[in-house]
């Protein structure tokens, strides 16, 4: 007990406080991250955009590609001009970004919008991961960044889980509730020590000019730059927990008996997740968080002496398994059960990321390979994006499949607009059909079997893991 306390004293106060702060953050981002592909599609009269799958994946993969590839541009901005100066941008613009969200309802003012939010999370991210990496030495390294991620999972969790409490007749609230724990973080900036940063006389575009450079350097190497898209398949099939995963709920998923089972064992708890006897497909997806939370200790104690690349072999394959399954029926509980798996997957496999880029990485050379870290996330986005869109609104889309019905079987179809929502497409299917809405969800699953992009998935992550393999057999051991 006494190490253990020894250990927390070691810790500097603005440890503690760029925590909080990144806790904060996290609770904001997600609590409308989680709850954003289903907002930007689903129906006008609901509240939401009524977008299409298409637009959906341009905004979110496009965006999300930007918010993890401006930090090697935003990093530099606050090695320069100080941590605390860009911490404070960065909480203006994410609070305008989100204040501004509500009233954007287009593709393309919705668009802009959220790549400026995408700004102010570019600006924070870097600050707070060189701060903790500053404020921790070899002794505490380990325990710091586990607290750490720690904050992120549970600020991942508790978000969803308080921005759904006012969705049930407006999205407005996510977003005024997002900016509201931005602000939050501004009191934290008086705590704040900056940390000690080298200061350097050339000029702002020299130092972009030299970080480009290096980072060519870096991806000239063949073998970190195959690992490196190697790793932005398994993000592609990895970011469809928000990408895909809550709209193919929200569209094919019957919740009632989750609900009766819940309201049987916990009353209070149903009632207070839900008003209309259904459970939001975003209460089902958060379970990730949770399983993290609850497992992530247990699951890196089993795996600590296992190789990196065993570890993401593995990792990706059940992550995979986990992700493909969650498509492949429309039973709650076995969505449920699936995202557990996707989980321990993702617990095996995500961490070990980073700590093999630095393994791998040459002596004199290690920030600069870890800071290409972010390139496979930036293009799994982006191909996660397409995914989600294109493939998924040709494959599995609810609305697209019910058109394309409806017009094969000669009825004609009006366009979706202000005048006509996705609502009221549907009540015009189910009384064209003559079936009730249950009766029109189960034929249209039964007749073009939309949990078939489940395929997909599982071809891209174990696409992955299968190279990961190839990679350590041909490329890494050979060698050694």
Same mark, same amino acid.
């Given at each position: 007990?006494? @190490? ?40 006008? %009269? ?17 965006? @999300? ?44 003012? &919705? ?164 008003? %209309? ?38 990792? &990706? ?14 039973? $709650? ?17 995500? $961490? ?23 390139? $496979? ?28 019905d409806l017009i094969s079987k000669g009825f004609e179809v009006p366009e979706i607009t202000n005048g006509f929502t996705q609502t009221d ?56």
């Amino acid at each position: 007990m006494s @190490t253990k306390t020894s250990v927390f004293k070691k810790f500097p106060k603005t440890f503690w406080v760029a925590n909080s702060m990144e806790l904060f953050e996290r609770w904001a981002w997600y609590g409308f991250y989680m709850l954003l592909a289903n907002y930007l599609t689903k129906s006008t %009269d609901v509240g939401a955009l009524g977008l299409s799958q298409e637009e959906k994946g341009l905004i979110m993969g496009i965006g @999300t590609a930007i918010l993890y590839f401006l930090p090697i541009i935003t990093g530099a901005i606050a090695d320069r001009y100080g941590y605390k100066k860009v911490l404070f941008s960065a909480f203006i613009v994410y609070a305008i970004g989100f204040l501004a969200m509500p009233y954007c309802r287009s593709f393309g003012s &919705f668009f802009a919008i959220f790549i400026f939010v995408a700004i102010g999370g570019a600006l924070f991210k870097p600050v707070i991961t060189a701060t903790i990496s500053k404020t921790t030495d070899d002794t505490t390294s380990s325990i710091g960044f586990g607290i750490y991620y720690w904050m992120v999972n549970v600020g991942a969790f508790i978000g969803p889980l308080v921005a759904l409490q006012f969705t049930k007749t407006s999205y407005n609230p996510v977003f005024y509730i997002s900016a509201l724990l931005i602000l939050v973080n501004i009191p934290f900036l008086f705590f704040f020590k900056e940390p000690k940063r080298e200061k350097s006389d050339i000029s702002f575009g020299k130092s972009l000019k030299i970080i480009f450079k290096n980072i060519g350097v870096a991806i000239s190497d063949y073998k970190f730059i195959i690992f490196l898209i190697i790793v932005a398949g398994f993000w592609s099939m990895y970011y469809q927990l928000f990408y895909t995963l809550p709209v193919f709920i929200d569209q094919w998923v019957d919740t009632h008996s989750l609900y009766n089972f819940l309201n049987n064992v916990w009353p209070w708890l149903a009632q207070k997740i839900s008003s %209309d006897g259904t459970i939001a497909a975003e209460y089902i997806t958060n379970m990730d968080a949770m399983y993290i939370i609850l497992f992530q200790i247990a699951v890196s104690a089993i795996i600590m002496k296992w190789r990196p690349l065993t570890s993401m072999m593995t990792g &990706f394959l059940v992550c995979s398994v986990g992700m493909s399954l969650t498509l492949f029926t429309n039973n $709650p509980f076995f969505i449920i059960s699936a995202i557990f798996i996707f989980g321990v997957g993702e617990m095996m496999g995500s $961490p070990k990321i980073t700590e093999y880029i630095g393994k791998i990485a040459p002596k004199d050379k290690i920030a600069l390979y870890m800071g290409c870290s972010f390139l $496979p996330v930036t293009f799994g986005n982006m191909l996660a994006g397409y995914i989600s869109g294109g493939v998924y609104g040709r494959m599995s889309d609810k609305v697209t499949l019910l058109k394309n019905d409806l017009i094969s079987k000669g009825f004609e179809v009006p366009e979706i607009t202000n005048g006509f929502t996705q609502t009221d497409l549907y009540h015009k299917g189910a009384e064209l059909l003559q079936m009730t809405q249950t009766e029109l969800t189960n034929y249209l699953w039964t007749t073009y079997n939309p949990g078939k992009i489940w395929m997909v998935l599982l071809g891209i992550g174990a696409g992955a893991s299968f190279l990961l393999f190839l990679y350590d057999r041909l490329l890494i051991r050979k060698n050694s």
